[in-house]
C-alpha cells in the first residue's frame, strides 16, 4: 500500500504537504509513511511545475551580479535571499534525482512544514503562492542538497556573514536563534560560528 500511496503522490493526485497530513491515516492502520530524497525530490519537482512563482520575482538573474543596496541593509539581505531562492528554485526544477537515496525523517519534514506554515501565516498572511514557494525551497535545501536556509555571504549581522569553509556551513547567529519557538534554524546544516 505504502508504494500505492506513494504514486499516488508522484502522479499529483496528493501534494507533499498533503501526504505529510495523510501518514496519520496510515500509521492508525499500522502502515508507516516513509520517504527517501529521490522520492521527495521527484514530488517537489511535481510541485514546483504547477507552482505560478514568477511574480513572486522581483530580483532577476541579469541583476544577479548588481544589487545596488549596501550589503548587510535589510534591502541588501532581502534581494541576496531572492536571489539565493531563485537560483535553488531553477536548480530543483533541473535537478536529477538518480544519485539520491537518503531515507527522509517524516517527522522532522512534517515539523519543517508546519514551522514554515505558522512563519509565513504570521508574516506573509493571505500569500499562498509565496508560502509553497518558500515551503518547496527550504525543503529542498533542507533534505535533498543539505544546503543553508540562507545563502553563503549573506551578512546577519553588521559585520558577520554565513560562509562555507570547507563544504562545512556556518552562521554567527545560529545560536541566538535556534532557540526560538518556530526557528527553521533548527532544519538548517550551518553550524555555529
Known amino acids: ?106 517527522g522532522q519534514l512534517d515539523d519543517l512544514t508546519f514551522r514554515i506554515s505558522k512563519y509565513m501565516d504570521t508574516y506573509a498572511p493571505g500569500q499562498s503562492d509565496l508560502k509553497e514557494y518558500i515551503r518547496i525551497i527550504s525543503t529542498y535545501l533542507t533534505f535533498v542538497v543539505k544546503e543553508p536556509l540562507h545563502p553563503p555571504g549573506m551578512y546577519v549581522t553588521e559585520d558577520q556573514m554565513i560562509f562555507e569553509n570547507n563544504g562545512v556551513y556556518y552562521c554567527p547567529v545560529k545560536s541566538k536563534h535556534i532557540s526560538e519557538e518556530m526557528s527553521l534554524c533548527k532544519y538548517c546544516v550551518c553550524r555555529t560560528s
Request: proline share 2%.
Open 1 to 106: 500500500m505504502k508504494r500505492c500511496f506513494l504514486g499516488s503522490v508522484l502522479r499529483g493526485t496528493y501534494s507533499i504537504h498533503e501526504a505529510i497530513s495523510l501518514k496519520d491515516i496510515h500509521m492508525q492502520t499500522l502502515e508507516v509513511f516513509h520517504i527517501n530524497s529521490h522520492e521527495l525530490l521527484l514530488m517537489l519537482k511535481k510541485e514546483a511545475e504547477s507552482l505560478s512563482y514568477e511574480h513572486l520575482i522581483s530580483t532577476s538573474e541579469n541583476e544577479a551580479d548588481s544589487i545596488q543596496s549596501l550589503p548587510g541593509s535589510p534591502r541588501y539581505n532581502i534581494e541576496y535571499l531572492v536571489r539565493y531562492n531563485h537560483r535553488k528554485f531553477s536548480e530543483l526544477k533541473e535537478r536529477d534525482c538518480t544519485d539520491l537515496s537518503e531515507e527522509i525523517d517524516i
